[in-house]
């Protein structure tokens, strides 16, 4: 889908604010309601918008510990794909998978409530997965900055 200059205004006031309604959103954009809806229900329906959430403090749900894991899986054995990702789907503490090139095969960014808990999680689960060798973990100490800016990379079309 092409998105013109009116389209990536839309986008950049909801990236900002997600549940500003439809006549602040008009009045920002420079449209009627009834046209910024429209273009919104467009966006929406060509997947342009994948979906509306909300963002959470970790800190202050508990969740202390923030990791980026690169696993490696022996391949050797059948089904060796598939089953590492069933078992990713399992894991409540797996935030986001990656299947990866370099030396490993797949990074995981992991969160969890405490070193014991992610402890636990690394020991207990992901190394006790069938075929997983090898498992290098980055602990993450500060956010230096955490958001997409996809915006920033998306010319208008002409």
């Not at 503490?93 to 797949?106: H, M, Q």
Request: proline share 3%; glycine share 6%.
């Amino acid at each position: 889908m092409k998105l013109d200059s009116i389209d990536l205004r839309i986008l950049a006031c909801l990236n900002q604010d997600g549940r500003m309604s439809n006549q602040d959103l008009a009045e920002k954009v420079s449209l009627s309601p009834s046209a910024c809806l429209r273009r919104l229900r467009n966006l929406e329906g060509d997947g342009v918008i994948a979906g509306y959430g909300v963002r959470l403090d970790p800190a202050r749900l508990g969740i202390e510990v923030h990791a980026m894991v690169n696993v490696n899986v022996r391949q050797d054995m059948e089904g060796w794909h598939e089953r590492f990702i069933e078992a990713v789907q399992r894991w409540p503490e797996v935030a986001d998978a990656y299947i990866v090139t370099g030396a490993s095969n797949y990074l995981l960014r992991v969160r969890a409530r405490n070193l014991s808990h992610y402890t636990d999680f690394i020991v207990n689960q992901l190394h006790a997965t069938p075929g997983v060798t090898d498992i290098r973990s980055d602990i993450i100490l500060q956010s230096l900055k955490s958001r997409d800016n996809l915006l920033d990379l998306v010319r208008p079309a002409t």
